[in-house]
């Protein structure tokens, strides 16, 4: 069974990976900072990125689902240039390292993969947990709701893959 790499786009996001044997990695989006007239700023680090998906067990035979970003109403337009950007940064990667890849949206793979479950950014956690209990220990804070996403997001994928 190939590995099924899992991406929850955005700065804040996570990439989460089920390999062959049933064990789950689970690895922040790579930013890095950067300066700006306002502070600091955070942006993609590509590199970091490809370094991530091309480690041992992870790249092999693998195949991996994103979620697909999109604009929302009454956004901003630095905001909205900054999702577009990043998702095509990932999926750019994504085709650069030639790892096949399925674009999802958040409504389909949340339906089939959060069924029953409330809407808020908790209850990805919980789901996660109860589906990959091992993986209690790496879910444990409210800012992991971007891995529990991208946990979710591969096991989409695993269940509509192939």
């Given at each position: 069974?190939?590995?099924h790499i899992?991406?929850?786009p955005?700065v804040?996001?996570?990439?989460a990976?089920i390999?062959e044997?049933g064990?789950?990695?689970f690895f922040?989006?790579?930013?890095?900072?950067?300066?700006s007239?306002?502070?600091?700023?955070?942006?993609?680090?590509a590199?970091?990125?490809?370094?991530?998906?091309?480690?041992?067990?992870i790249?092999c035979?693998?195949?991996a689902?994103?979620?697909?970003?999109?604009s929302?109403?009454e956004?901003g337009?630095?905001?909205t240039f900054?999702?577009g950007f990043?998702f095509?940064?990932?999926?750019?990667v994504?085709?650069?390292?030639k790892?096949?890849?399925?674009v999802?949206s958040?409504?389909t793979?949340k339906?089939r993969m959060m069924?029953?479950?409330?809407k808020e950014?908790g209850?990805?956690?919980l789901?996660?947990k109860?589906?990959?209990p091992?993986?209690?220990?790496?879910?444990?804070?409210k800012?992991?709701?971007g891995?529990?996403?991208?946990?979710?997001?591969?096991?989409?994928g695993?269940?509509?893959?192939?």
């Open positions: 069974m190939p590995t899992g991406i929850d955005g804040s996001g996570a990439i990976a390999l044997d064990s789950v990695r922040d989006m790579p930013v890095r900072k950067v300066k007239g306002k502070g600091a700023k955070s942006e993609y680090d590199s970091e990125l490809a370094s991530i998906l091309q480690l041992d067990g790249y035979r693998s195949h689902t994103i979620e697909r970003q999109q929302m109403p956004q337009v630095a905001s900054k999702t990043g095509g940064l990932l999926v750019g994504l085709a650069g390292l790892l096949p890849y399925t999802v958040a409504v793979w339906r069924d029953g479950m409330g950014k209850a990805s956690i789901r996660a109860q589906l990959f091992q993986t209690a220990g790496e879910l444990n804070l800012k992991h709701h891995r529990a996403d991208a946990l979710l997001i591969a096991a989409y695993r269940l509509t893959s192939f």
